[in-house]
């Protein structure tokens, strides 16, 4: 199957340090991912992410491949959620004028059209921007 590269933007009016430190601690995903709501725990080095859905839940495994504190990391999903077949996530951290800079790289295959698959990465990853700003005004 095909990959894709989806790549998104997202200014953190934070110290790079402070923006590494809320991204080390996983529990912070459900802070930025509302919907849907997502209930995050650690089982040795990977992280596993539940998703409720009408009738059940949704589970899959994250495991962090890689870190260079405080600039990036990398993490792969273990049969990642529909639509996705396949999902490595590079983050990136750099300084910008008066905040942090942050790079989201995911190499994705997915089973629907690669357009529709964007657009909903797109959606998400408005969404955990918006939630990002409204945290670190508080």
């Given amino acids: 199957m095909e990959r894709y590269l989806f790549t ?6 934070v110290s790079l340090e402070e923006a590494w430190a809320f991204f080390s601690e996983p529990d912070n995903l459900a802070r930025i991912q509302t919907f849907p709501p997502v209930h995050v725990s ?4 990977s992280i596993l992410v539940r998703v409720p859905y009408t009738g059940g839940r949704i589970q899959f495994k994250t495991t962090i491949l890689s870190e260079d504190a405080p600039h990036e990391f990398k993490d792969k999903m273990e049969n990642p959620p529909f639509p996705f077949s396949y999902w490595e996530h590079t983050h990136q951290f750099s300084k910008g004028k008066d905040g942090t800079i942050m790079m989201d790289h995911i190499w994705f295959s997915s089973v629907v059209p690669a357009s529709l698959a964007v657009k ?6 408005k969404s955990r921007e918006k939630q990002l700003t409204n945290f670190f005004k508080s």
């Fill in 8 to 13: 998104y933007k997202t200014y953190l009016p």
């Fill in 42 to 45: 650690q089982e040795g080095g």
């Fill in 120 to 125: 909903g990465l797109k959606w998400m990853f």
